[in-house]
């Protein structure tokens, strides 16, 4: 996929530590082994391989905090419209379909939490696992994930989208050379690259007019 120089996307996504820990912080201290803990346990650690790789996020992070990676393959160049403007950089990553598939099953475990109240975080699927009252009394009431789940779709529904292809060969190919610089956008490149970074923006800020304009203002 193709990821943007974009700190809305980077702020969504790094949201989501705090839940997915919170999650099974709950369920490890009430000694609870069942599959929403599997499946949250299997989203965490797919979310830390994918941030692992995402551009610029050693400069992203605040100063004094774990170190990331270096500059990857690719980073440090800069894309330039056909008529030599800037353009907010986007730098491909290799996202496995078995992490997608743990965020997606973690999302929908999430999404059934909002649609069914009476489903409790931990609920029992498994032989072995605690009643829903046992686990209830020692997790606390069930928590509706309605905004953490809104967002939780936002980040996967970029992760999801499909990256043009002529840009997408043309910036892995740089990222194979390890090629600082500049490069510049041909005609069709640059449509790819202004449908593609629309649909970022409308993905991740719709249903919010002001956020929808200053996020678009980082691109266009």
Do not use: N
């Not at 790094?14 to 912080?25: A, D, F, I, K, T």
């Not at 490149?189 to 719709?206: F, N």
Request: contains cysteine.
């Amino acid at each position: 996929m193709l990821v943007p120089d974009d700190p809305v996307f980077f702020a969504k996504f790094q949201s989501l530590e705090e839940p997915l820990l919170r999650r099974l912080y709950q369920l490890h201290s009430a000694g609870v082994d069942c599959d929403d803990g599997r499946i949250i346990a299997d989203a965490y650690d797919s979310w830390v391989q994918i941030l692992l790789k995402l551009p610029l996020w050693s400069e992203w992070h605040p100063a004094g905090g774990p170190a990331g990676p270096a500059r990857g393959e690719g980073a440090g160049h800069v894309l330039l419209s056909e008529g030599g403007a800037p353009l907010t950089s986007l730098h491909p990553i290799e996202v496995t379909a078995a992490d997608l598939g743990h965020l997606t099953a973690c999302l929908e475990l999430f999404a059934g939490y909002d649609r069914a109240p009476l489903v409790r975080p931990g609920r029992p699927r498994t032989e072995g696992c605690a009643d829903a009252a046992w686990v209830e009394e020692r997790t606390g009431p069930p928590e509706r994930e309605g905004p953490l789940t809104d967002v939780f779709r936002r980040v996967l529904e970029v992760l999801l989208l499909p990256a043009p292809r002529r840009l997408l060969a043309e910036l892995r190919h740089l990222a194979l050379r390890a090629t600082a610089g500049s490069v510049t956008l041909r005609r069709e490149q640059e449509r790819e690259y202004r449908r593609y970074c629309e649909d970022i923006v409308t993905i991740l800020s719709a249903g919010d007019d002001f956020a929808y304009r200053s996020h678009r203002a980082l691109y266009f």
